[in-house]
């Protein structure tokens, strides 16, 4: 059975394996804006019969173009407001911007009609009321229409779907929200009353003056009742890339107010190439640090854990890309830091096999075969990578699911490398690991294959021995003062808002000499404005984009762009308002804290209340930490700085299950297998036997990410400097608040919870410290 098991996990890794290097190597990475540019076009409202392009009717225009390049599958593209009436669309990767302004541009305006005739132009006087448009289904004919039955504000969602039952090609499936559910089914019930063959059996679905479908009534559709349900099929004999974008607009939802394009063109990478080629060679000196690291540590394991760390990589690249998910350089260094985390399942089993290793009874220790250690190992750790890996599902998942934006990107980002961090430890590494203890000169050569050694970590904590648990009260006092610091520095300092989240000025230089970017960039960081982005356009004009700016600081802008091209004049100079606008904001909140509640849900399920409870405030503490720590060193918070808090959120609950998953183990264990600590059924003594126990894997885990975060603060340049910075904090935090917060706050609670800590029920025989289900 083992056999075979290792034989169907050998050839999963393999199937892979290939797979992601055929999508690897035949589909093309789609760069961000920052990485290589890509369209730019400028929208302005206009004023229609009933409806006024104010200020309001812009922001509305903005989130219905926002959903609609979300629905286009355009990831992080840049929306932002210029003065009351313009837009400002970049969407990364399109080089067309013909193409993206006829889907982006349209108004979209769908309503469904009753049709009360089918005639020629010429044919009778229009009533007032009637709209009169060609018949798509009778060329030289038109459609007398009524008054709209309903229209896209009574449309829930829209999908485009391959009608395989009758052959009708492709199509656009709508189900409908609140009244519109009722107003369809009395459109087509009244029209299912006419006789068959006459006009007014059909039910006209006109978008922005043009009918895209007219269906008649089918025989078995009753009259009065019509169609139930709440949903109807557009029909119109669509290509696969039509259905999509007529779903796309309808989903986003109508534009309030008519949109007319002022400008479009194309623009260069909002980042230098050496700025580019700066965080690549610190991602590249940061992962080699890892790699070493976790060989000089783990020997031979270690090697094969790099092996399998670079396969996560080649695998998670390679699902980018096939979902066709834009890269920026935040997410490739997310990308790289993900690598960094991938280590920590496989120091989880690897700590797992030299604890059961170090249990072999001394007569069948040295040349003794270690893959008994290794397979147990694996087994014993499978509960603590599933409760980590879950938790951070559920909020990669409704990252996904509820916001938009960069943070829906975000999620998915986060998803592809926690699914393909667990296939690369728990089959590729298992895999080769496996194969590797075959060998009979490795067998008899644990040292070598790193399962015998214990570690510098594990020695110098049996010399020490720590029991935290006893001073509980005074780590929670110590943690309740460095949180009120960090409050108190979001209250007295306040948070400084980048850009994305404030708006600012965007003004456009056209100089007398070509002017490399490269040079441009630098001139305006010397003349006060490091953080500002900086692009070439097509034309070959440089656009600053920067925060709120005096015409002071314009003028010092345009004096430093002097020195390095000529004579510069201002082509244009206007305020913008913020990329991450109040309602993108609002959903990523929502999503957030639905996320939050829905991981206190799963835990308090796996473990208990308390432990949850205990988890997550350690979590939020980690996040006010760094955000105090950003105010008082007066760092901007901006998209880049919002991945790296959702990174420290990932991390710091990884950390904490990983002890509350040994607490539960060490707790159910049968008598015999129960440490003294947990024999004696003090709930602190088992906390603080298995902080102890877990320790090595948290620190040989911490080091592995702090080497790659290390190398982008230093190396990386002022680009990554404050992603890396919020990172790294993060990361320190979230391992001091798993021992210092999170087990002292559960043990607390525990202590307060009605009747005490449970007590300890023994639990014998197979599969026993491998628990699902809460701790009894």
Not at 279 to 307: D, E, K, N, Q
Not at 471 to 496: E, M, Y
Not at 605 to 612: K, M, Q
Request: charged residues 20%; proline residues 5%; hydrophobic residues 50%.
């Amino acid at each position: 059975m083992s056999s075979r098991a290792s034989l169907w996990r050998a050839l999963i890794a393999l199937a892979v394996v290939a797979a992601s290097l055929y999508f690897a190597l035949t589909t093309p990475a789609r760069l961000g804006l920052d990485l290589r540019g890509g369209t730019h076009i400028v929208l302005e409202t206009r004023d229609s019969p009933g409806a006024r392009a104010d200020s309001a009717a812009t922001d509305r225009v903005l989130e219905v173009l926002r959903q609609r390049v979300d629905a286009l599958g355009v990831a992080e593209p840049s929306l932002t407001r210029s003065g009351e009436r313009r837009v400002i669309v970049e969407l990364p990767g399109v080089h067309d911007p013909k193409e993206a302004v006829e889907v982006i541009g349209r108004t979209a305006q769908l309503s469904f009609h009753p049709v009360l005739a089918s005639t020629a132009p010429t044919e009778g006087e229009t009533a007032p009321g009637v709209r009169v448009l060609p018949d798509p289904d009778a060329p030289g004919s038109v459609l007398r229409l009524g008054s709209p039955a309903l229209t896209g504000r009574e449309v829930k969602d829209a999908q485009a779907v391959l009608d395989t039952q009758s052959g009708g090609g492709w199509t656009v499936a709508l189900s409908f929200k609140g009244s519109g559910e009722k107003a369809w089914a009395d459109v087509t019930g009244a029209a299912a009353c006419a006789a068959p063959g006459e006009a007014s059996r059909r039910v006209a679905i006109v978008l922005d003056d043009r009918v895209v479908s007219a269906p008649a009534m089918q025989r078995g559709v009753p009259c009065r009742t019509g169609i139930t349900g709440g949903g109807a099929q557009i029909s119109g004999g669509f290509g696969a890339a039509e259905a999509r974008e007529l779903a796309a607009l309808v989903k986003g939802g109508a534009l309030p107010v008519p949109v007319e394009v002022v400008e479009q063109r194309t623009v260069g990478a909002t980042l230098g190439a050496e700025a580019i080629r700066a965080s690549a060679w610190a991602a590249v000196i940061g992962l080699a640090g890892t790699a070493l690291f976790v060989i000089a540590v783990y020997r031979l394991l270690g090697v094969l854990a790099t092996v399998a760390l670079g396969l996560y990589g080649l695998i998670s690249y390679a699902a980018l890309v096939a979902l066709g998910a834009t890269l920026t350089l935040p997410g490739l260094a997310g990308f790289v830091l993900a690598v960094g985390m991938a280590v920590d399942a496989n120091v989880l089993v690897f700590e797992r096999t030299r604890e059961e290793y170090a249990r072999l009874p001394a007569g069948r220790r040295g040349p003794a075969d270690p893959r008994g250690p290794l397979r147990r190992g694996f087994g014993k750790a499978w509960s603590a990578v599933l409760d980590s890996n879950v938790t951070t599902l559920l909020a990669a998942g409704l990252l996904f699911f509820f916001a938009t934006g960069p943070v829906k990107g975000f999620g998915v980002t986060l998803s592809v490398g926690v699914a393909a961090s667990m296939v690369s430890a728990l089959v590729i590494t298992r895999v080769l690991a496996e194969r590797a203890l075959r060998w009979e000169g490795v067998r008899r050569r644990p040292g070598l294959a790193g399962v015998a050694s214990g570690g510098r970590v594990r020695a110098f904590l049996a010399r020490w021995a720590p029991r935290p648990m006893r001073r509980r009260r005074t780590w929670l006092a110590v943690s309740a003062g460095v949180l009120a610091l960090a409050v108190a520095g979001i209250g007295v300092r306040g948070v400084q808002l980048g850009v994305e989240f404030t708006g600012g000025r965007l003004t456009e230089y056209a100089t007398s000499r070509p002017l490399e970017v490269e040079k441009a960039r630098t001139a305006v960081a010397e003349a006060g404005f490091p953080r500002a982005v900086v692009q070439k356009a097509g034309d070959g004009d440089i656009v600053v984009r920067t925060g709120e700016a005096t015409d002071d600081d314009q003028r010092r802008v345009r004096a430093a762009l002097e020195a390095h091209g000529g004579a510069v004049t201002v082509e244009r100079d206007e305020r913008i308002g913020p990329a991450l606008g109040g309602e993108l904001r609002g959903k990523a909140l929502i999503a957030l804290g639905v996320a939050v509640a829905a991981q206190l849900v799963y835990l308090s399920v796996r473990f208990r209340w308390t432990f949850a409870a205990a988890a997550v405030a350690a979590m939020v503490q980690d996040v006010l930490l760094v955000l105090g720590l950003f105010a008082w060193l007066g760092k901007p918070v901006d998209s880049v700085f919002l991945a790296a808090l959702l990174t420290v959120i990932g991390y710091s609950v990884n950390d904490t299950v990983v002890v509350f998953d040994r607490v539960r183990e060490m707790r159910r264990a049968p008598r015999g297998g129960r440490s003294k600590a947990a024999g004696r059924g003090s709930l602190a003594s088992v906390v603080d036997d298995a902080v102890v126990q877990t320790l090595p894997r948290t620190v040989n885990t911490g080091m592995g990410v702090l080497f790659v975060l290390a190398a982008l603060t230093v190396l990386g340049g002022d680009s990554l400097a404050d992603f890396s910075l919020a990172l790294l904090c993060g990361v320190v935090f979230g391992m001091a608040s798993t021992v210092l917060t999170a087990a002292p706050l559960a043990v607390t609670l525990e202590g307060r919870r009605p009747g005490g800590p449970a007590p300890v029920r023994a639990r014998a025989g197979k599969g026993a410290g491998r628990g699902s289900g809460a701790v009894v």
